[in-house]
């Protein structure tokens, strides 16, 4: 499970290191739509944190959450995206954004183990903030749906990183370093709630 993980985030980066960061804001045709999709989830912190924090919530609750979570996530941040294309208005999208890695961050510092269910409406509620992020700021010139399967896939291979996190628990120094991210992600949200990051 390690090695895949690695392996996925090591291709990943990979493909980002080697791609020209002038292709992702040209969105000519399907390729760059999926470059542009790609790219947004990972440019922003506030999308990073999250993201990772999902990953890392689903590994410290267990089976089945450490696989439902990061695929409700996507699922439900994709109805968010068609909203946010659609220009449905949803008030309060970067404070939603923002408050996502202070509670997910939280919930992982206090080794929080809420019932499957409650976490999924948490991650959900928050998955339709950073959709709706992505789907408005869907550039004109793009394919939007190679750019929305591009943003799932870069969010699935955040969750992924988070699951890896996550992991670590089984170690005593890795609940540590595990715990410490989810303080380290609260504290980023703090931050954007403040506009200091």
Known sequence: MKT????????????LATTSVALAHTGEG???????GALHPIMGLDHVT???????????????AIW????????VMTIGGVMGILGVP???IEIGIASSSVV?????????RPPLWVASV???????FHGHAHGTELPNAVNALSYSIGF????????LAGIGIGELIRWPMGRIVARATGGLIALAGVGFLTGAL
């Open 68 to 75: 439902v979570l990061p695929v409700v996530f996507p699922l």
């Open 90 to 92: 949803i008030p309060g």
């Open 152 to 159: 799932v896939v870069s969010t699935g291979l955040l969750h």
């Open 30 to 36: 399907v390729t760059g739509g999926f470059i542009s």
């Open 122 to 128: 948490i991650v959900a509620a928050f998955a339709i």
């Open 4 to 15: 895949l993980i690695g392996s996925l985030t090591g291709v990943f980066a990979l493909l």
């Open 50 to 64: 999250a993201m990772v924090a999902v990953g890392i919530l689903g590994a410290f609750l267990g089976r089945p």
């Open 104 to 112: 997910l961050g939280l919930m992982i510092l206090l080794a929080l």
